[in-house]
């Protein structure tokens, strides 16, 4: 299994630009996020989803927008893209709900590197 | 709403010292509890969790986390450190039970001296 597949690893943009980073799973995961990673501010969480078709937004979602509509993708867009969202983001899914012991446990892809100028 | 604050930005041990990463959350309801490792230009990948079993849980590569109720802890020790242990580790925390969000501390980069 290829596990959390992110695309592009690096992306330079100019201000106002927009672009879509792409995460796919293979693990029929229900539960998918996006997470950035800037230093000393650990992971912060933009938006999740629980299913097809069900979107939320997370702790920093402006600036961005998702949408689900199959289990296995879950893009990221940048609609008008600022220096303030240079960063590595990570997508992130887990197999969902319950007591169980994978429950919440995350599967991280490898990272896409952005920098806007 | 839930948070965890891990105090250290950055420790420094000898190959071979304990390692003591250092990891308090607060929660409303009981929580579920994470250490991930980052290695340099990777993803991050989970090294142990407790979800409310055995307060002392194991993990991969020798770690292992104590669940401590009356504290709001989960500090990461591992007896004897190797160089291989030199990453960024991160604690996490969600509610119990259904699709739950997770969030993550600021990280602690540890550095293994030779």
């Known amino acids: 299994n290829a596990g959390v597949t992110q695309t592009p690893k690096f992306q330079v943009l100019k201000t106002g630009q927009s672009m879509t980073l792409q995460c796919a799973q293979d693990?029929?995961?229900?539960?998918m996020s996006w997470y950035r990673q800037d230093p000393g501010m650990g992971l912060r969480l933009i938006h999740y989803?629980?299913?097809?078709?069900?979107?939320d937004q997370g702790e920093v979602p402006n600036g961005y927008n998702v949408s689900r509509s199959t289990t296995e993708d879950f893009p990221l867009r940048l609609l008008s893209a600022a220096p303030s969202q240079t960063s590595v983001y990570f997508c992130a899914s887990s197999y969902g709900r319950g007591a169980g012991s994978g429950a919440n446990v995350l599967t991280f892809g490898a990272g896409s590197r952005l920098t806007v100028l | 709403a839930q948070s965890v604050t891990q105090l250290g930005s950055h420790v420094s041990v000898s190959e071979g010292a304990l390692v003591l990463l250092r990891c308090n959350y607060s929660?409303?309801?009981?929580?579920?509890l994470f250490w991930y490792v980052q290695y340099p230009n990777q993803g991050l990948q989970l090294l142990l969790k407790?979800?409310?079993?055995?307060?002392l849980v194991k993990g991969i590569n020798g770690f292992e986390a104590e669940f401590k109720k009356s504290e709001t802890s989960f500090h990461l020790t591992k007896p004897s450190a190797h160089m291989s242990d030199a990453a960024e580790y991160f604690c996490?925390?969600?509610?119990?039970?259904?699709?739950?969000?997770?969030?993550f501390g600021t990280g602690t980069k540890l550095q293994v001296i030779p």
């Open positions: 407790y979800t409310s079993a055995a307060t």
């Open positions: 693990m029929n995961h229900e539960y």
């Open positions: 996490a925390v969600s509610y119990s039970g259904g699709y739950q969000k997770v969030t």
């Open positions: 929660s409303s309801v009981p929580p579920y």
């Open positions: 989803s629980v299913g097809a078709g069900i979107t």
